[in-house]
T-cell receptor
Framework: TQLLEQSPQFLSIQEGENLTVYCNSS?????LQWYRQEPGEGPVLLVT?????EVKKLKRLTFQFGDARKDSSLHITAAQPGDTGLYLC??????????????FGQGTILTVHP | SAVISQKPSRDICQRGTSLTIQCQVD?????MFWYRQQPGQSLTLIAT?????????ESGFVIDKFPISRPNLTFSTLTVSNMSPEDSSIYLC????????????FGPGTRLLVL
């Protein structure tokens, strides 16, 4: 079974601060996805990273996939109250009977205070 | 991207009863997934539903408790049978689009409370 360790579990910061969320695994994933979920909604895909070492930027969000495709990070610059939500990383399983399925991290609840 | 709707959006049920959750997609998709999520926590995959074949269940989930139907490429149902308070959770369906990046799109979820 492939596992994704996501940290931190909770993050409470002031508007304008920077933050980083980490996802780590001992397993290789064919790709890794980051989702954001607001209360009462399903998770919404933010980005998919596919290539080892890949860096993607989405406005104030920077996503990185580790060289070995076992870990990823999400960095938010100058956080805003609108960034508040549950952030989930999810690895796409690379092979075996779980090929193509998503393995989710535990999630990070981010609260940005005005 | 696929647009997914779920019915009901929420329900309160009595212990021992069953609830069927519907998932409708606005386009034909091959793979549909059912997840369970405690509020503020991560998602746990219950089963994968493919049209024309039996659903594939993950460890800890069985067909008698969570029967799934997939009558066509745009629709699926998940039934939570003989419910107990431990089944109180958010149930989400998702669909897989894309041959390369296995992008999944999620429905809004069904919030279930079992008394």
């Amino acid at each position: 079974t492939q596992l994704l360790e996501q940290s931190p579990q909770f993050l409470s910061i002031q508007e304008g601060e920077n933050l980083t969320v980490y996802c780590n695994s001992s397993s290789v994933f064919s790709s890794l996805q980051w989702y954001r979920q607001e209360p009462g909604e399903g998770p919404v895909l933010l980005v998919t990273v596919v290539t080892g070492g890949e860096v993607k930027k989405l406005k104030r969000l920077t996503f990185q996939f580790g060289d070995a495709r076992k870990d990823s990070s999400l960095h938010i610059t100058a956080a805003q109250p609108g960034d508040t939500g549950l952030y989930l990383c999810a690895g796409v399983n690379a092979g075996g009977t779980s090929y193509g399925k998503l393995t989710f991290g535990q999630g990070t609840i981010l609260t940005v205070h005005p | 991207s696929a647009v997914i709707s779920q019915k009901p959006s929420r329900d309160i049920c009595q212990r021992g009863t069953s609830l069927t959750i519907q998932c409708q997609v606005d386009s034909q998709v091959t793979m549909m997934f059912w997840y369970r999520q405690q509020p503020g926590q991560s998602l746990t995959l219950i089963a994968t539903a493919n049209q024309g074949s039996e659903a594939t269940y993950e460890s800890g989930f069985v067909i008698d408790k969570f029967p799934i139907s997939r009558p066509n490429l745009t629709f699926s149902t998940l039934t939570v049978s003989n419910m107990s308070p431990e089944d109180s959770s958010i149930y989400l369906c998702s669909v897989d689009q894309g041959w390369y990046q296995e992008t999944q799109y999620f429905g809004p979820g069904t919030r279930l409370l079992v008394l």
